[in-house]
């Protein structure tokens, strides 16, 4: 493949989510605008498209564009020969740019557990097209013909989407690890030039235990995954179900939970507030809420509580236990049964890790949860690691220090 030339070349991210400081830093932009190439970021807007108010802000600095579907198209014929793009998994814009005969490279397979592609959402029992409000929405509006016009549409769509990437393959695929790739590549990409490094999160795990690798536990970590708040997730995928209206019910057990739990281990409840949410009021009772911290916090935790995020690769890396919880909302709700997709969070929340699951209903339960505290299974977490974090000798270096030195030909 063509090696990048640092002086002529720029390298672009081309983006559909809304683009926040996180992802700025995680995708590895930042760090290339920091070794002197010239990065940009679109953002490719349709109808579609979803704003939405991050907490932990969006980036908007130096090179990041918003651009219509016809503005990309001709911002690609004018830079197709001067650029590699890089795209995260593969969003809509990765067709015009392998149609183009663009250079572009697919940062796939980054997530900590085989979670569905979102464009094959008939695992999560969500329609293609979104949620089941969305669909009867829909439905309402165009009647069933329009409806089975659009359906069919939509599949004839993919089915082009895959002919093309399968005779334009991409420069580049980068997987965290093999196992992760079977299950977001087709056998034709995984034919080409495969990177395999490691999960992003990992990225996290360097760069904090080059900044401090202190072990002492000072508090129990809460990591809110966007349950009982709307966010971008639950928008994009419309399932904005019922268990938004327990929200309140909700927050209160989850006091009574943090209440006895920091009596019982005599640490604080910390928030790992999640990056995709904008919080109004105190829904925590004054517990510190802090952002894009998730694994500093975990290095530093004696318990790690969740409902579902793929931020799970942090306790499993620090080896810190982790307690599953849930409620009757999240067991019978399209947002519920979402996250039951993820492999950990089943309710018996021994799929991986072997860690604990305490039911929030559960009144008898909630009066000793430590007691639902399990720590990691050894052999579940060592097999989740290799297949799904760590895929070969990367420990010193960050995802995008890889594929640096793979496009400039020093890999």
């Known amino acids: 493949m063509d090696k ?28 290339l605008m920091e070794q002197g190439y010239n990065v940009e970021i679109w953002r490719i807007m349709d109808s579609k498209s979803v704003s939405m108010d991050f907490s932990a802000g969006m980036y908007e600095g130096k090179g990041y564009r ?14 197709r020969d001067k650029a590699f793009f890089i795209f995260q998994g593969k969003p809509d814009p990765i067709y015009p740019a392998a149609k183009m005969g663009c250079r572009y490279v697919i940062m796939n397979g980054m997530c900590a557990v085989p979670v569905p592609d979102p464009e094959d959402r008939s695992v999560l029992n969500i329609p293609a097209e979104g949620g089941i409000e969305s669909r009867l929405q829909r439905l309402c509006s ?24 399968e005779k334009t393959p991409p420069a580049l695929v980068v997987s965290s690890t093999h196992c992760a790739a079977k299950q977001y590549l087709t056998d034709k990409e995984l034919s080409g030039n495969v990177l395999y490094t490691h999960a992003l999160d990992y990225d ?54 943090f209440e006895r739990l920091e009596e019982h281990y005599g640490l604080p409840v910390v928030i790992a507030g999640s990056p995709h949410l904008k919080y109004d009021g105190d829904s925590f009772c004054g517990r510190k809420l802090y952002f894009n911290q998730t694994c500093e916090l975990t290095r530093n935790a ?28 999240l067991k019978t709700t399209p947002l519920g049964k979402y996250a039951d997709t993820y492999a950990y969070i089943k309710d018996e929340a021994d799929q991986i890790f072997g860690c604990g699951f305490l039911d929030l209903d559960d009144e008898d339960a909630m009066s000793h949860p430590w007691e639902y505290v399990k720590p990691m299974d050894r052999k579940k977490r060592d097999k989740f690691i290799e297949e799904y974090l760590i895929d070969n000798d990367t ?6 220090e890889c594929v640096e030195a793979y496009l400039c030909g020093r890999a």
């Open 204 to 257: 996290r795990f360097i760069e904090a235990n080059r900044a401090d690798s202190d072990r002492t536990a000072r508090h129990i970590v809460y990591c809110d995954g966007q349950m009982f708040v709307k966010g971008y997730d639950a928008v994009i995928l419309g399932i904005e179900g019922d268990a938004y209206k327990r929200a309140k019910e909700y927050y209160s057990q989850l006091e009574k939970l």
């Open 302 to 329: 004696a318990l790690f509580i969740v409902t579902t995020t793929t931020a799970m690769n942090f306790p499993a890396l620090y080896d810190v236990p982790v307690l599953k919880i849930a409620n009757s909302s």
């Open 4 to 31: 990048i030339n640092k002086a002529e070349d720029k390298i672009i991210f081309v983006v559909v989510h809304p683009y926040a400081l996180r992802d700025h830093k995680r995708f590895g932009a930042a760090y």
């Open 66 to 79: 918003e651009l219509s579907q016809n503005e990309y198209i001709n911002e690609l014929k004018s830079t």
């Open 142 to 165: 165009s009647g069933i013909t329009g409806y089975i016009k659009s359906y069919i549409h939509s599949r004839l769509t993919r089915k082009k989407r895959e002919n093309l990437t």
């Open 395 to 400: 420990e010193d270096k960050t995802v995008m």
